[in-house]
């Protein structure tokens, strides 16, 4: 067979060491180059950015310096562009390109209530899939891998997005659908795949499942697990050494938003992931006063994609807490956040690849006649996945003999919003601890290893 990639290039370390080695200087000029362009292609074609520029009393022209940007250009946020998207379907007034030139749409694993709906444009969604070789490549996969995805695929972008980076790459893919996780392990048995691609905590369960079949995960022959969706091996060392050990192959970790981009892909180093800055501009922010904090402090991560023409995201609040660096011994000059995510901004964890916001919770709760407001969640560790349990008080005139239907209530409107199933457990009026200050919702009893900041 023809090689298919020639000789330096499969030699090199780097899927294009161009960029991933371009000194800071340079990347910030090209940087200050394409968001220019960025603002003034949102300010001319989106009335979302316009609006929103124009009550700042900006314009495009005034951006000359990175600086300007971050002073002057207002933060977005997520919660802007949902009523917009409701009000005005599919994607509200934040877009910068008519419905028609769109070729794809998929949500966010957002559960606020709604998802947000991020359409593509096609070359959109390459860029969002070359994201993912650069971590593929990094760790050390070649065209000649292949790949099995062990999900069933829905409208959520995440692994889409990672299947065309599997295409891009030129590796060959298996797509796993809805097995089971029993027919997850058969299929793997016969197809003998090289890298596995899932959630982490799934990755475990599968490796569980296979043992109590009698299959030794590593007589599969993995070479590669490779992660997104939750806190993953380069965020916790504990769980990495758990996935190398149980399938006798090298774990990987990118870190990605949907309607950003997979924008950070693991570091070859397996401690934190790098920017992509050929995709994104990245500055971090002080939550609590504003200002940019230095090399190797903690802050907010404000992003800008450049992949997103039909949706364009700008100064966007991510609400991920990292620590960014702009030194990293692997020889990338992207911007390095070690440990990947650190905490969060604004109450959430995630549940088995699902984001759950405190505050989506708290609005289904809400809706459900017979519920107080008195409610716990509370996060535990079963056979190597996170699960989430939702205690509730119901107020007190429901008789006892009504728990069990509320719970049925609770458990079914968790599930129809958030997409994720969590535990009802209905506790007696009183029973939940009361404060006279902040309330704890978030109860978190997961081992230490696993554990991640929930608030500030």
Same mark, same amino acid.
């Not at 009335?47 to 022209?61: I, S, T, W």
């Not at 702009?326 to 000059?333: L, P």
């Not at 994720?420 to 009183?430: A, D, H, N, S, Y």
């Given at each position: 067979?023809?090689?298919?990639?020639?000789?330096?290039?499969?030699?090199?370390?780097?899927?294009?060491?161009?960029?991933?080695?371009?000194?800071?200087?340079?990347?910030?000029?090209?940087?200050?180059?394409?968001?220019?362009?960025?603002?003034?292609?949102?300010?001319?074609?989106?009335?979302?950015?316009?609006?929103?520029?124009?009550?700042?009393?900006?314009?495009?022209?005034?951006?000359?310096?990175?600086?300007?940007?971050?002073?002057?250009?207002?933060?977005?946020?997520?919660?802007?562009?949902?009523?917009?998207?409701?009000?005005?379907?599919?994607?509200?007034?934040?877009?910068?390109?008519?419905?028609?030139?769109?070729?794809?749409?998929?949500?966010?694993?957002?559960?606020?209530?709604?998802?947000?709906?991020?359409?593509?444009?096609?070359?959109?969604?390459?860029?969002?899939?070359?994201?993912?070789?650069?971590?593929?490549?990094?760790?050390?996969?070649?065209?000649?891998?292949?790949?099995?995805?062990?999900?069933?695929?829905?409208?959520?972008?995440?692994?889409?997005?990672?299947?065309?980076?599997?295409?891009?790459?030129?590796?060959?893919?298996?797509?796993?659908?809805?097995?089971?996780?029993?027919?997850?392990?058969?299929?793997?048995?016969?197809?003998?795949?090289?890298?596995?691609?899932?959630?982490?905590?799934?990755?475990?369960?599968?490796?569980?499942?296979?043992?109590?079949?009698?299959?030794?995960?590593?007589?599969?022959?993995?070479?590669?697990?490779?992660?997104?969706?939750?806190?993953?091996?380069?965020?916790?060392?504990?769980?990495?050494?758990?996935?190398?050990?149980?399938?006798?192959?090298?774990?990987?970790?990118?870190?990605?938003?949907?309607?950003?981009?997979?924008?950070?892909?693991?570091?070859?180093?397996? /401690?934190?992931?790098?920017?992509?800055?050929?995709?994104?501009?990245?500055?971090?922010?002080?939550?609590?006063?504003?200002?940019?904090? #230095?090399? #190797?402090?903690?802050?907010?991560?404000?992003?800008?994609?450049?992949?997103?023409?039909?949706?364009?995201?700008?100064?966007?609040?991510?609400?991920?807490?990292?620590?960014?660096?702009? &030194?990293?011994?692997? #020889?990338?000059?992207?911007?390095?956040?070690?440990?990947?995510?650190?905490?969060?901004?604004?109450?959430?964890?995630?549940?088995?690849?699902?984001?759950?916001?405190?505050?989506?919770?708290?609005?289904?709760?809400?809706?459900?006649?017979?519920?107080?407001?008195?409610?716990?969640?509370?996060?535990?560790?079963?056979?190597?996945?996170?699960?989430?349990?939702?205690?509730? /008080?119901?107020?007190?005139?429901?008789?006892?003999?009504?728990?069990?239907?509320?719970?049925?209530?609770?458990?079914?409107?968790?599930?129809?919003?958030?997409?994720?199933?969590?535990?009802?457990?209905?506790?007696?009026?009183?029973?939940?601890? &009361?404060?006279?200050?902040?309330?704890?919702?978030?109860?978190?009893?997961?081992?230490?290893?696993?554990?991640?900041?929930?608030?500030?």
């Amino acid at each position: 067979m023809k090689p298919f990639l020639n000789p330096k290039a499969a030699e090199s370390s780097f899927w294009n060491q161009y960029y991933e080695t371009l000194p800071r200087e340079k990347l910030n000029a090209l940087h200050l180059v394409r968001l220019k362009k960025v603002l003034r292609h949102a300010y001319d074609h989106s009335p979302f950015y316009r609006r929103k520029l124009d009550e700042a009393g900006v314009r495009p022209e005034d951006i000359r310096s990175l600086d300007d940007f971050k002073r002057k250009v207002p933060l977005t946020d997520k919660s802007e562009f949902l009523p917009f998207q409701d009000e005005h379907p599919h994607y509200g007034v934040t877009g910068a390109l008519p419905e028609e030139y769109l070729a794809m749409h998929y949500e966010t694993s957002g559960t606020t209530g709604s998802p947000l709906r991020v359409p593509f444009t096609l070359y959109d969604f390459e860029r969002f899939g070359e994201s993912w070789v650069y971590g593929f490549w990094g760790l050390g996969m070649r065209p000649q891998d292949s790949f099995y995805f062990a999900f069933q695929f829905g409208l959520f972008v995440g692994f889409w997005s990672a299947s065309q980076g599997v295409r891009r790459l030129g590796a060959k893919l298996y797509h796993g659908g809805g097995q089971t996780t029993e027919g997850h392990i058969r299929l793997m048995q016969r197809l003998r795949p090289t890298v596995l691609v899932c959630t982490p905590t799934y990755a475990l369960r599968l490796a569980e499942t296979a043992q109590s079949m009698g299959v030794e995960p590593a007589s599969i022959g993995l070479k590669y697990t490779y992660h997104a969706g939750e806190p993953g091996p380069f965020a916790l060392p504990a769980l990495k050494k758990k996935l190398d050990e149980a399938w006798g192959a090298t774990s990987g970790e990118l870190l990605g938003m949907a309607e950003v981009d997979s924008m950070a892909p693991g570091c070859p180093l397996r /401690e934190g992931v790098h920017l992509n800055e050929t995709n994104v501009f990245s500055w971090i922010r002080d939550p609590e006063t504003g200002q940019e904090v #230095g090399d #190797g402090q903690m802050g907010e991560n404000i992003v800008t994609s450049y992949v997103n023409n039909a949706q364009p995201l700008i100064n966007y609040r991510t609400h991920d807490l990292v620590e960014r660096h702009y &030194r990293c011994d692997c #020889g990338r000059t992207w911007a390095y956040f070690r440990g990947v995510v650190l905490g969060r901004t604004d109450f959430m964890v995630t549940v088995r690849g699902t984001n759950v916001y405190q505050s989506a919770v708290e609005k289904v709760l809400g809706s459900i006649p017979g519920v107080s407001h008195h409610y716990q969640l509370v996060l535990s560790t079963v056979r190597e996945m996170d699960e989430m349990a939702v205690k509730v /008080e119901p107020e007190p005139d429901v008789p006892s003999a009504k728990y069990p239907e509320l719970a049925r209530l609770v458990e079914e409107g968790l599930r129809a919003t958030l997409k994720v199933r969590l535990e009802p457990q209905i506790v007696p009026p009183g029973a939940l601890p &009361r404060y006279e200050l902040k309330t704890r919702r978030i109860i978190d009893e997961r081992p230490p290893e696993r554990r991640r900041l929930l608030e500030r």
